[in-house]
C-alpha cells in the first residue's frame, strides 16, 4: 500500500472547511461517491457493532422541507449528496446476534467461540449501566463516521459541511423514522465550493497545537 506524505495529508485538511455555499451544479462522479460510501461503511465503532445507518436523500423535494428544519441553510438544498446520519435507538439481543452471524460468515468461525464477545456486549450496552445511556452512545458512534467522512471527503477534493445546524425530531418525522429502530444524529452535505463562498478562502481558526497537545 501506498502511503500519502504528512504533507498531502496536511494540505487536504488545511484545503477542507465548512462549506456555507455549494455550487449546485457541482455533482461529485460516481466513482468518487462509492468511494465515499464506501468509507462511511469502513468507519470503525465501539465493539464494531455499526449501531447506525447512512440515509443519502436525493429527493429534491424532501431537501427542501429538511432545509425547513435546518436553520434554512442552503447546504441542504445546494449540495451533490446529502447523507442524514442516523443512530440506532436501543441496542437488544438481536442486534447483537445480527452481529455475531456477520463475523461468523466473514471471518468462518463457530458462532459459539464467539460467546464470550456476546455476553461481554450485552451485560454492557443491553444491560449493563451503559444501556441508560444507549441513545447517546450511539450518537457518539455516528459522530466518528462523521470525522472519518470529512476526512475522506478532503482527501479526495471533495468538499463537504457538517450539520448539526438542524432539528433532529422533525428529521425523524418528514424522513419517516418515528416508528422505526433508528433516529437522526445529524447530517453532511457533500460537492463542490461556490466560487462565492467567501469562507474558502478565510484562516483557519485553531488553538495553537501547545494548548490542545499535552505531552506526558
Ligand atoms: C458536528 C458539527 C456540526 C456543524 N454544524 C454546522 C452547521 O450546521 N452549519 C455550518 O455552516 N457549519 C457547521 N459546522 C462547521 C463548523 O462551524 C466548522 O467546522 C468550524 O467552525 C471549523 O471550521 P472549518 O471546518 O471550516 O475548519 C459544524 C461542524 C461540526 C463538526
Redesign the pocket.
Known amino acids: 500500500m501506498k502511503n500519502i506524505t504528512p504533507t498531502q495529508l496536511l494540505d487536504s485538511l488545511h484545503w ?3 462549506v ?1 455555499a455549494f455550487d449546485p451544479n457541482g455533482k461529485i462522479p460516481e466513482e468518487q461517491w462509492q468511494a465515499i460510501a464506501n468509507a462511511l461503511v469502513l468507519t470503525p465503532s465501539s465493539y464494531g457493532l455499526q449501531p447506525w445507518k447512512f440515509l443519502v436523500v436525493r429527493d429534491q423535494p424532501l431537501r427542501t422541507k429538511l432545509k425547513t428544519f ?2 434554512n ?1 442552503s ?1 441542504v438544498t445546494d449540495c451533490s449528496h446529502y447523507v442524514v446520519f442516523l443512530h440506532k435507538k436501543t441496542i437488544n439481543e438481536e442486534d447483537v446476534e445480527e452481529y455475531m452471524q456477520q463475523i461468523s460468515e466473514t471471518r468462518g468461525l463457530p458462532t459459539a467461540s464467539l460467546e464470550g464477545f456476546r455476553k461481554m456486549i450485552l451485560s454492557d450496552l443491553a444491560t449493563g449501566p451503559r444501556s441508560k445511556i444507549i441513545q447517546e452512545w450511539a450518537i457518539r458512534q455516528t ?1 466518528i463516521a ?1 470525522g472519518n467522512l470529512l476526512t475522506t471527503a478532503a482527501m479526495l477534493g471533495i468538499d463537504a ?6 432539528d433532529p425530531l422533525e428529521y425523524d418525522k418528514i424522513l419517516g423514522l418515528e416508528n422505526t429502530r433508528f433516529a437522526t444524529s ?1 447530517a453532511c452535505a457533500l460537492g463542490y465550493r461556490s466560487p462565492q463562498d467567501g ?1 474558502a478562502k478565510a484562516k ?2 485553531r488553538f495553537p497545537a501547545a494548548q490542545l497537545i499535552e505531552y506526558r
Not at 459541511?161 to 438542524?166: A, H, R, T
Open positions: 477542507r472547511y465548512a456555507k435546518s436553520w441553510q447546504q459522530y462523521l459541511c457538517p450539520m448539526e445546524g438542524l445529524m469562507l483557519k481558526v
